[in-house]
């Protein structure tokens, strides 16, 4: 069994797969204070608790986009499952080619993203990572990933409304039933998910425009990225196993 992990600025993902099926998986805050007892038992807890021994687990390999975990967890791997862990970073084989200006700022989670639906659609295409960033990150016909956009997450775009206004409320990131909100929490939810829909469709528009390249195909994951895919036709793929399938790729390229 291999152990898949994505450790992301507010989550850390885990995920096991059994051959190439994934078993399970399960989603943890991501704290850098932890320490390696603590990450080891926590995921040896979730492991038992969905009936997977931890003993099975012979591989593993990990994304991180949080380089302050990962003496920790790094160290938690070998301690409790015996295991040196394949890191994604510089120098791994993952079949995509980075090409722009400094290949070594590229997040590891963007790159597994891209070798995942590359490898399963080909190119060109847009990756869209709704995580606590969103990503869009274009990959050519042949593989070369060459653009990438970032832009705030929806909920760090509503975490910071609530924040710095002194009488909205926390609410709820859902799509109300109208854009024509008449009440304080549906104005909000109007403002943010109808907002970011714009938001989204709009980078998609202007990305394929100045690529002259109407057909290239779009993939999404990430937490909050049903609620757009479910909105918009111009997302055609969304995958919430993107990560896991890439980290299992790059696993099986990279493995002795």
């Known amino acids: 069994m291999i152990l898949a992990v994505d450790i992301g600025n507010t989550n850390i993902v885990v995920g096991v797969y059994d051959g190439d099926k994934l078993a399970g998986s ?7 204070e932890k320490t390696s007892d603590e990450y080891g038992i926590s995921i040896v807890n979730l492991l038992e ?14 994304s991180s986009v949080v380089p302050n975990v990962m003496h920790s967890f790094e160290n938690a791997l070998r301690k409790y499952f015996n295991i040196s862990p ?8 993952t079949g995509i080619t980075i090409s722009t200006e400094n290949p070594r700022e590229v997040g590891a989670d963007r790159i597994v993203g891209i070798v995942a639906a590359y490898h399963m659609f080909g190119g060109p295409l847009i990756v869209i990572d709704f995580g606590t960033a ?12 060459k653009y990438g956009i970032t832009s705030p997450g929806i909920q760090i775009t509503a975490d910071a409304l609530w924040q710095r206004t002194a ?10 039933e109208s854009i024509l909100a008449k009440n304080t929490v549906t104005s909000i939810q ?5 907002g970011y829909i714009g938001q989204v469709e709009y980078i998609i528009k202007k990305i394929k425009e100045e690529l002259a390249a109407e057909n ?21 793929v ?13 696993h099986d390229k990279n493995q002795k």
């Open 190 to 194: 109007a403002g943010l998910v109808y």
């Open 49 to 62: 608790y969905s009936n997977i021994d931890h003993i099975k687990i012979k591989s593993a390999i990990v």
């Open 26 to 32: 399960w989603r943890m805050v991501t704290r850098s």
């Open 86 to 93: 394949i890191i994604v970073g510089p120098g791994i084989k």
């Open 167 to 176: 009488q909205l409320p926390s609410v709820e990131i859902k799509k109300p």
């Open 238 to 250: 969304y995958d919430p196993e993107l990560l896991f399938k890439g980290l299992k790729i790059i």
């Open 134 to 145: 969103t990503t869009y990150d274009v990959v050519s016909e042949k593989g070369e990933f």
């Open 216 to 236: 290239m195909k779009v993939v999404a994951t990430g937490g909050l990225g049903r609620i757009i895919y479910d909105e918009t036709s111009m997302i055609d």
